[in-house]
């Protein structure tokens, strides 16, 4: 069966500081991944998604970026953190050639930026 | 760009009561997707009820069902039979039908569920 992680799960990091947070997905391959954003009492915003390895797209323009460097490995990261990156990200997969399939999400990560 | 829009920021409900949660979305493509998922206090996104704009029928899962009306763009949750369980955070979202690419999806604000004993 297929599993997503996602760590870590909570984060506490000072403004200006860098971030890495990681995602990984087990038992499927060339999957398309997903890092969304939640913020505080609203819904999710999808950041960046990846049809494979190195191939980025963002939706919002941020101080964040993502990579691909595996097949199953998906990163968020910034240089610079900014108050305004607090929130709850959370990676997602969906398989392709399936119209009807769900994404399938991690635990999601609490970041604070103080 | 299609939009997802939840109106109820929260509700509340008896244990074994119905509740029905509202969802409207725009959009000017005629084949998509729409779904439910439930967000509890673990924050784990869990799909609750997915539906096909083709598909007249409305999608059933146990106690969970959806009116869907596709010429409103309506798409609301009915929970029957409501359990303790059932405390969460409820978010409608939007998928285009596509083939190649990422499938995307619109979230709605959400709606939060309490269920009260």
């Known amino acids: 069966s297929q599993t997503i992680h996602q760590w870590p799960a909570t984060l506490v990091q000072p403004v200006g500081s860098p971030l890495s947070l990681e995602c990984t997905v087990e038992?499927?391959?060339?999957?398309?991944l997903y890092w969304y954003r939640q913020a505080a009492g609203r819904g999710l915003q999808l950041l960046f998604y990846?049809?494979?390895?190195?191939?980025i797209s963002s939706e919002v323009p941020q101080n964040l970026s993502a990579s691909r460097p595996q097949d199953r490995q998906f990163i968020l990261s910034s240089k610079k953190l900014l108050l305004s990156d607090s929130g709850f990200y959370l990676c997602?997969?969906?398989?392709?050639?399936?119209?009807?399939?769900?994404?399938?999400f991690g635990q999601g990560t609490r970041l604070t930026v103080v | 760009a299609q939009t997802v829009t939840q109106s109820q920021p929260e509700m509340s409900v008896q244990e074994a009561e119905t509740v029905t949660l509202s969802c409207t979305y725009d959009t000017s493509e005629s084949d998509y997707y729409l779904f439910w998922y439930k967000q509890p206090p673990s924050r784990q996104m869990i799909l609750v009820i997915r539906q096909e704009a083709y598909k007249q029928q409305n999608a059933t899962e146990n106690r969970f069902s959806v009116n869907f009306q596709k010429a409103a763009k309506s798409f609301s949750l009915k929970i029957s039979d409501s359990q303790l369980g059932d405390a969460a955070m409820y978010f409608c979202a939007y998928r285009s039908d596509i083939i190649q690419g990422a499938q995307k999806l619109v979230f709605g604000q959400g709606t939060r569920l309490t269920i009260n004993p």
């Open positions: 038992g499927t391959s060339n999957p398309n």
């Open positions: 990846s049809v494979g390895i190195g191939q």
């Open positions: 997602a997969w969906t398989p392709k050639g399936s119209l009807r399939a769900e994404a399938f």
